[in-house]
């Protein structure tokens, strides 16, 4: 079977992400209807990947080894992924 | 004692190091292609700076699954060494042959500067031409060479004196003032507990050459190349 995968990678809570912290001052400098209400901003990573597997249990299997050995670092990473047939 | 510098597409500082290594202090050097996969007859393997794969996805993240990697795991098991500089060291940690992680620099800007530096350890076979807690001098040139560790780790750090280089000011004195990118305890270089792998962000092969002294660099130094001899010095006296 064939599955369309969405994966999510974000830092941990615990770590500090001075990209986001960035982008939050640039969205309270603009606008203040658009951005002067925004309170918090993650930056993480998105991966759309395309895989065959027996089933989705496998496809899931598979998947949690490539985000634990590849896409995200444990040390400062989280992940999470959505899966479609 | 014999050298081999590993070689990544996007590697940039690997004929720097052979330029000291062979170059100034006439020590057998082969550059190592990472698809290759044997390392024998090599003393001390290097991981050299550079964007290797580009960066893609995180510093160092794919060049853990190059083919000499396995190689180099065996050859750190074996208790020989490893050295890591700036994107070797990323290396080191994304491989889990150190602990810890390098993360964008507090300031988001990538740092292209000579700084102090505190040699925190001189009793490992890296440093031991340098005095204790001596101020040495070296360039640094990373993005991402913010050191962190969860807080269990940096202690177990600290408790094992696993600290080899701390940012700090002329003085010597290690501070917030005199941190650089926002590494935690201004990380600058760890080793394992037993001492054979040292990563590191600032560059020491960058102030080795005696040819660069007297020239335009005022600042430089030659604090860099102690390292290596530091090493060469250690081999000799296991000869003896």
């Known amino acids: 079977m064939k599955f369309q995968a969405r994966v999510f990678v974000t830092l941990r809570p615990s770590v500090l992400d001075p990209a986001g912290t960035a982008i939050k001052s640039a969205l309270n400098q603009m606008d203040s209807k658009v951005g002067g209400g925004v309170e918090s901003v993650r930056l993480g990573k998105y991966l759309e990947i395309g895989l065959e597997a027996v089933n989705e249990s496998e496809a899931k299997q598979q998947l949690d080894q490539m985000c634990d050995r590849l896409f995200a670092n444990p040390v400062i990473e989280e992940y999470r992924f959505e899966i479609q047939a | 004692m014999k050298f081999g510098i590993i070689v990544f597409p996007g590697s940039n500082c690997d004929r720097d190091l052979a330029t000291i290594t062979q170059g100034v202090l006439h020590q057998p050097t082969k550059l190592i292609w990472h698809q290759e996969s044997n390392l024998d007859g090599i003393d001390v393997v290097v991981l050299p700076g550079g964007f290797s794969y580009g960066d893609y996805l995180r510093c160092g993240a794919i060049a853990r699954f190059s083919p000499i990697m396995s190689a180099i795991l065996a050859h750190a098991a074996k208790g020989k060494y490893v050295l890591g500089i700036c994107n070797g060291f990323q290396i080191l940690t994304e491989v889990g042959l150190l602990p810890g992680a390098l993360m964008r620099n507090r300031d988001l800007d990538f740092i292209c500067d000579r700084l102090p530096l505190k040699v925190v350890r001189n009793d490992l076979a890296w440093t031991n031409q340098y005095a204790k807690a001596q101020t040495i001098s070296l360039p640094i040139a990373h993005g991402e060479g913010?050191?962190?560790?969860?807080?269990?780790?940096?202690?177990?750090?600290?408790?094992?004196?696993?600290?080899?280089?701390?940012?700090?000011?002329?003085?010597?004195?290690?501070?917030?003032?005199?941190?650089?990118?926002?590494?935690?305890?201004?990380i600058a270089g760890i080793c394992n507990p037993q001492g054979n792998i040292l990563g590191m962000m600032p560059h020491p092969e960058r102030a080795a050459d005696p040819i660069l002294i007297n020239s335009f660099y005022s600042k430089q130094s030659l604090d860099g190349g102690t390292l290596f001899t530091s090493l060469i010095k250690s081999s000799e006296l296991l000869l003896c």
């Open chain 2, 146 to 186: 913010c050191y962190y560790a969860d807080s269990d780790t940096l202690e177990r750090l600290q408790d094992q004196d696993q600290i080899v280089f701390q940012y700090c000011d002329s003085m010597g004195e290690v501070s917030s003032a005199s941190n650089p990118n926002g590494s935690l305890a201004n």
